[in-house]
Each structure stands twice: as C-alpha cells, then as structure tokens.
C-alpha cells in the first residue's frame, strides 16, 4: 500500500521564478493538504484540497495557488518565488474532508531551494 | 486562532531511560485533537500518539503515553524506555474539526547510548 508521495524531493528555483510541486495521497485518501515548513519550524498550513475544491486556506498570499485531480492528486504551484519561500513543503492526506478526525499521513516533502 | 507551544527546542535522554516532552496550547473551543508527530532526519512525518480532548483517559500507545492537562492546557509526551530510534523531531498539534492542524516549533530529542 503506497503511501503519500511527493515529486520532486529536491529542486533549486532562483527568485521570481515559478514552480509546481506534485503530491499523490495514500490509497483510499480523498483529501489533500499542503504545509510549509521552513528551516527549524514547525509546520505551517498553506490549504487543504477536498472534492476538487480549496476548502480551506492558511494565511498565505495568493501566489500560493493550487488544484486537485479527480484522482485525488494535488498540486501546489507557487508564483514569483522569494528568498523566504525556501522550505521543505509537506503533502498530507487523510479522508473525509474537513469532518475527519483522524490523523494525516505526511509524504517526505519537496526540499525548494530559492536563490 | 489556536497556538501550540513546545518550550523544549532540545533535549536529551540515556537509552532504555524515560523522557518527558512538553506542549501547552490555546484554544477557545471544547472540541479538539491533540497529536504528537515525530520527524526523523528522513523527514516523513509520522503520528506517534492522539488524544481526542472529549476523554479524559490519557492515551497510550506502546512506550509513549501522554498526560493531558485540559484545564491547564498542557499535553505532554512521555517516551518510557528510549531506544536510539527515539531520535527525531517531535511536533506538538491541534486540529479542530473543519480546521486546520497547528503545530508548535518541535524539540529535538537526541538519544545517548
């Protein structure tokens, strides 16, 4: 049983630039979350994805976008890139959209690097 | 908003010994979950134990259990009998139903053998 995978593991972006990071939830997982987790931090949630719709938002600005599949894949895309958007960035699914009670499988995450 | 607070940025355990992780946390609301997730250096974040807030028993799974203090708001983690594998980041959360998790800045537990 797979569980959450995230794709690319690692990737350099200089500033202003763009870039898409891919996540695909553990088997039987509907919904999706994206976190940002900067060096030395917890993690911060950016937005879940459930039903193909953004159901809920952190207070993240809107160059902080994303979408998820009828496969119940998600991406997260990020615009015009700043120094402080280098993070390590979490995908984690769960069930139920915003009634679950579980707990969220996490992914490895994507390492952005942006210089 | 919820806040959660781990005043431990590091610490540090003799293997086979017991350590106790703290969190406090804020909320105005009654129904909620507390998690503790670890984060070894391989990054994956895996949930180690969850207490729903509505019981009072303290949850326990293996050789970590937690004390959960609802009216002091307070949710610590004991690691009984640390095993070198015990290294990693643990993370503090809440989640309120049809919210978001919060998680708190972590402690690094280093394990000496």
């Known amino acids: 049983d797979a569980g959450v995978t995230q794709s690319p593991t690692h990737l350099i972006k200089t500033r202003g630039q763009q870039v898409t990071l891919r996540c695909s939830p553990k088997s039987g997982h509907d919904t999706v979350s994206w976190y940002q987790q900067a060096l030395g931090q917890g993690p911060q949630f950016i937005f879940q994805?459930?039903?193909?719709?953004?159901?809920q938002r952190g207070n993240f600005p809107d160059r902080f976008s994303g979408h998820q599949f009828p496969n119940y894949s998600s991406e997260l895309n990020v615009n015009a890139l700043l120094l402080g958007d280098s993070a390590l960035y979490l995908c984690?699914?769960?069930?139920?959209?915003?009634?679950?009670?579980?707990?969220?499988?996490f992914g490895e995450g994507s390492r952005l690097t942006v210089l | 908003a919820q806040t959660v607070t781990q005043s431990q940025p590091e610490m540090s355990v003799q293997e086979a010994e017991t350590v106790t992780l703290s969190c406090t946390y804020d909320t105005s609301e009654s129904d909620y979950y507390l998690f503790w997730y670890k984060q070894p250096p391989s990054r994956q974040m895996i949930l180690v134990i969850r207490?729903?807030?509505?019981?009072?028993q303290n949850a326990t799974e293996n050789r970590f259990s937690v004390n959960f203090q609802k009216a002091a708001k307070s949710f610590s983690l004991k690691i009984s009998d640390s095993q070198l594998g015990d290294a990693a980041m643990y993370f503090c959360a809440i989640y309120l139903t049809g919210n978001q998790f919060y998680f708190g800045t972590g402690t690094s537990l280093t394990v000496i053998p």
């Open positions: 984690a699914s769960a069930t139920g959209g915003a009634r679950y009670t579980g707990e969220l499988f």
């Open positions: 994805y459930y039903e193909e719709e953004e159901r």
């Open positions: 207490q729903e807030a509505y019981k009072q």
